[in-house]
C-alpha cells in the first residue's frame, strides 16, 4: 500500500498537474467509472481513513497490487458480482470501458466478448478461434463457448485490454477475461445463497470447506442450483421458451505436504439446460422471411416449431501445484477439459416451416504449463515457461430448408485438431526506484488439421422437430469430403516502460504485437473453400496513468492507445454459380483507437462512487468484398462509447448495516456486420440496476433486494443478414427483481 503522502511537495505538485493535463485531454472524465470492486480496508497508521482497498490481481500470472500492472487492467471482485446480480459475463457491459459480451442469440452459451473492437462476434461458431481468450483458474478455454457459465464462488474477474500474446499465446489480440474463483481455505467453514425472483427464478448454492488432515490436507465442495422460466413466449402454444435450468458443481482437493510445497486438484461439472431457442425475425421485405407482420422493434411474444431445450455439459479437471524452491517459485497446471452440447433452432422464427436448424457438439482439450518465476538480482525479475495445449472438437450440424429445397436435408460434420507448444519469458529491470523496464517474446508453434464431411439426404416428409428421425429415415443423395492441414510458427512479444513519479502515481507505455492462429473453413459448401487462411496480426502502442490521491480516497486510471490490425480474419461468402459458401479471409486491415477512463472515489467511509468511460473508434483501412469497397466503415460490434456509474452508501448502526446501491451503464450503437444494412445496426441503450443490501453487524447474514434493467429497457443484442433469405436478431433481457440472502459462516 501506498504511504500517505506530504500535501505540500514539488513532485506533489507536479504529479497534480500530470493528472490534470491526462484528464483534461479526455474532457469527459467527470463522469466515468472503474472498477466497481473498491471496498473498504483496514485503517493504517498513517492514514485517518480507510480509504480504497488494494485490489490483487493475477493479470501477469503472479500476485500483484493492480495499480502496479503498466497495462490497462479492469478487476470486479466476486463482492460486486453479488450486489448486482452478474449472474453471467453480459451482466459487466458497460461496466469496463470498451469492453462488450455480445449475446449472439437468446442462449448464453454463445456470448462472445470483444475488447477495444476486437473479437470475431460475427461468427461464434467454436473452430473459428478466438480474439479475446478466455481463462479460468489459469487455464485457457480452447472455444469461446467453455467458462461462461453462472459466477458463483467467484473471487474476482479480471478483463486485461491489449494483445497479450506474451504470457498468454495466441487468440489474444483484444485481451484476456481472466476468470478467478475462490480457493479451499483449509480451515472449517460454510458459505451460500438462496434467491428468489419473478419469471420463477430459484437460485440456491452453497459452499464448504472442511479440513481433513490438520494442515496437510483440506478440501471444498461448492454447488448452485439455478432455475428460471423463459422471457419469451412461444406463440405456437404460448409456452416459455428459453427457460434455464443449470447445475454448477465443483470439487476441490488441497494438499500441503510441506511449508513450501501446495498442490490443488479441483474436478468440476456444469451442467446447463436452456429452453428451445429462438431468435426475432426482422427480415426485410426483399427477403424470403419477410412477412408484414415481421417488427423490427424487440418483442418477447416470438414463433418456434422447434421447442427442444438446448443442452450443454462441461467436465474439467485441473491440478495445479506450486513449489517455492531456492531459485524460485515452480508452477504447474495441469489440465482436461471436456465440453458437450446440442440445441436445435427455428431459424425463420415464422408460423412456416421455412428453415431450422441444429447443432451437435463435442470437444475435448488437454493443457500443461510449466513456469518458474524467479528474481536472478535484487533489481530483475523473470517470469518463464512452456505450454502445450492439443484441442479437438466434432461438430455435426444439419439444416433444412423445406421451401426452397423440399425433402433435402444438408449435413455437415467439421472434426477439428489443433496443437500448440510455445516458449515464453518475460522479465523486468527496475533500473531505479522509480523506473522499470520490461520485456516479453514468446514463440508459438500452432498445427490445425480439419476435415469436413458433407452429405446431402433426401426425406419427403420432414419433422421440424424430430431430426434423427428425418436422417434415419432418408436417403443419401451425395457426399464429398474436405481436409487441410497447415502450422504456423509466430512470435509475439512485448517491451514496456513504467515511471513511478510518486508512490501514489505511475506512468506507462508499451508495445506489443500479438496473432490470431490461421485455420481452415468448416462451413463450405464446396471443398475448394477449405482453405487455409492465415494468421492475422496486431501492433499496439499504449500509454497511461494509475494514481491513488488523497489517502487512497481517490482513484484515476487513464490510457490511450493505437491499434493497427493486419490481415483480418474476415467472414465472407464466397459463391460458386449461386451457391455461397461461409469463408474466412485474409481480406482487411484496421485501425482501432480510443481513450479510457476509470475512476473509484471513497469521499467517507460511507459513501463509494465509481465510474468508467471509454471512446472507440474502429474502422476498416482497406476491406474490398465481392467488388465492394468498405473502407472507411466500422468494424462489428465496436460501439463509440461505453459507460457507467456505480454510487453505494452504507447506514452503520450497532446492530446492521443498510447499503442501497446503484449502477447506470451505457452501451453505444453498434453495426453487426461491415455490410451495414438497416437491420445491422444496433441501437444504443441504457441499462439501470439497484440494490439493497440489510447485512447484520457480525456480517454472517445479508439480505439483498435487487432488479436488473430496472426500467424494463428493450433492446437487440445482435442480429444477423443472410440476404436474399432472412435476418433475425437477439433480444436482451426484460427487468429482473428478486430478494437473495446470503450467509457466511467462514
Known sequence: ??????????????????????????????????????????????????????????????TENLQDVPFSVSAVTGKS?????????????????????????????????????IGLTNNPDPYTGTEVAVVVDGVVQGTRLLGLSDQFDIERIEVLRGPQGTLFGADTLGGVVNIVSRQPTGQFGVYGEVTKGNYDETNAAVAVNFPIVSDVLAGKISVSQRTRDGFFTNDADNQDLMWVNSTKL????????????????TAGHDRIRNGADVAQNVSLPDELFWRPSVSATPSFRLYSDSVQPNNADLGTYTLNVDWQTPIGDVTSITNFTNFSAYNIQDVDALPEFLMNAGRNIESDQRSQELRLSTHPTESTSLLAGLFYMDTHSDIDTISMLPTLAPGIITSQRVITDQRSLALFAQGYWNVTDAIRL???????????????????????????????????????????????????????????????????VMLYGYYARGFKSGGFNGRITDPRDIGPYNPEYISTFEIGMRSDWFGNRLRANVSLFHNKWDDMQVPQSVFRGSVASSTILNAASATTKGIEVELDAMPTDELLVSASLGYLSAAYDNFTDSGVDYSGRATPYAPQWTGSLTASYT???????????????????????????????????NMVNANVDFALADAQWKLSLWATNLFDKAYFTSSLNVPPLFSFASVGAPRQFGVTLRFDFE
Not at 453471467?88 to 466478448?113: C, E, H, I, R, Y
Not at 512485448?494 to 513511478?500: E, F, G, P, Q, T
Not at 446492521?656 to 444504443?684: K, M
Open 1 to 62: 500500500m501506498y504511504k500517505k503522502r506530504s500535501r505540500a511537495g514539488s513532485t506533489n505538485r507536479t504529479s497534480g498537474r500530470l493528472l490534470a493535463i491526462l484528464l483534461g485531454s479526455t474532457v469527459i472524465a467527470g463522469h466515468a467509472l472503474a472498477q466497481g470492486a473498491a471496498e473498504q480496508a483496514a485503517p493504517t497508521d498513517e492514514a485517518m481513513f480507510a480509504g480504497l482497498e488494494v485490489v490483487t490481481v493475477t493479470a501477469q500470472k503472479q
Open 81 to 117: 458480482l453479488e450486489a448486482f446480480q452478474y449472474k453471467d459475463l453480459k451482466n459487466l457491459n458497460g461496466v469496463m470501458p470498451n469492453v462488450l459480451f455480445t449475446q449472439m442469440s437468446n442462449v448464453s452459451l454463445t456470448l462472445a466478448p470483444s475488447i477495444r473492437g
Open 250 to 265: 465443483r470439487g476441490y482437493l488441497l494438499f500441503t505436504p510441506t511449508s513450501n510445497l501446495t498442490a490443488t486438484f
Open 438 to 504: 520490461g520485456g516479453g517474446f514468446r514463440i508459438t508453434n500452432v498445427s490445425t488439421e480439419l476435415a469436413s464431411i458433407n452429405p446431402t439426404n433426401f426425406n419427403p416428409v420432414l419433422s421440424p422437430v424430430n431430426y434423427s428421425e428425418n436422417l434415419a429415415n432418408s436417403t443419401l443423395i451425395s457426399e464429398w469430403v474436405a481436409k487441410g492441414k497447415h502450422s504456423w510458427t509466430e512470435p509475439s512479444g512485448k517491451v514496456s516502460v513504467d515511471y513511478k513519479i510518486d508512490e501514489g
Open 651 to 685: 447506514i452503520h448502526t450497532d446492530h446492521f448495516d443498510l447499503t442501497p446501491s446503484v449502477q447506470y451503464s451505457y452501451i453505444g450503437a453498434r453495426w453487426a456486420a461491415f455490410t451495414q444494412y438497416s437491420v445491422e445496426h444496433l441501437d444504443s441503450y
